[in-house]
C-alpha cells in the first residue's frame, strides 16, 4: 500500500489541500519529508501536523510514513496553540524566539498549557529566565493552578504574602510542602528554598 507522501492523487479519504496550505508547505510529499528528516522548525511541523490530519489523514498513517510517534504530534499541537496564545497576549519577542528555536523548548511549552491566561505570559518569561525542563514547567503549571484553588478553598486573606505570581506560586507550595514533611531534617531546607524562590 503506498504511503500518504506516494499518492499522486488524493485518496477518497483526503481533503484537497487550499491554495494557502499548499503555497506556505508545498504538497503532501513534501510536508512528509519534512516532517521525517525534521527538517523545518517544530512550530512548522506542528502546522504540516494540522493540515494533514484537517485532509483526513490519520495519526498512524503520518507515525508510519514520516516517524513522528501520535505522543509527539499532540504535544507539537498543543505547544503551538500556548504559542500562539502567547502571541496574542503580547509576549515578547525574546520569549518567542527561544520557545520556537529549539525543539526541546516545545515540550517546555507544552508544560505551561494549564496556566490560565492571565499569567501565561509571565510564566512563559519565568520559565525561559530558570532554564526549566519539560518537567519543571509542568510543576510550575500544577503550583499556578493549586494557587488558584488554595485562594478559592481558604481566601485571599489566608495566603498574605503570597502574590499571584510564578515565583510566588512556587514557593506556596514548597511552604506547603514543608509543613507536610515530617522529617525535620528537609523542613528548614526547603523552606530556605521557598524563600529564596519567593519575590514577594
Known sequence: QDGIEDQGTFSPFMKPLSREETGKFGSVKNMVQNLRYRAAPWMERAEMIDILLRSGVSPEA???????????????????????????????????????????????????????????VEA???????????????????????YNRIKSRVGENALKGFEYTPADCVALRLYI???????????????????ETGCS
Open 62 to 120: 503520518i507515525t508510519e510514513d514520516a516517524g513522528v510517534t501520535s505522543m509527539e504530534q499532540g504535544n507539537w499541537r498543543v505547544a503551538l496553540e500556548v504559542m500562539n496564545s502567547l502571541k496574542s497576549l503580547g509576549s515578547e519577542d525574546e520569549v518567542l524566539k527561544y520557545y520556537a528555536g529549539d525543539e526541546e523548548n516545545a515540550e517546555v511549552a507544552f508544560g505551561l498549557r494549564y496556566i490560565p491566561k492571565d499569567l501565561r
Open 124 to 146: 512563559a518569561k519565568y520559565a525561559m529566565e530558570k532554564n526549566m525542563d519539560s518537567i519543571e514547567s509542568e510543576s510550575l503549571s500544577r503550583n499556578i493552578v493549586d
Open 177 to 195: 510542602q514543608a509543613a507536610e514533611d515530617y522529617d525535620q531534617n528537609n523542613v528548614a531546607g526547603t523552606i530556605s528554598k521557598a524563600r
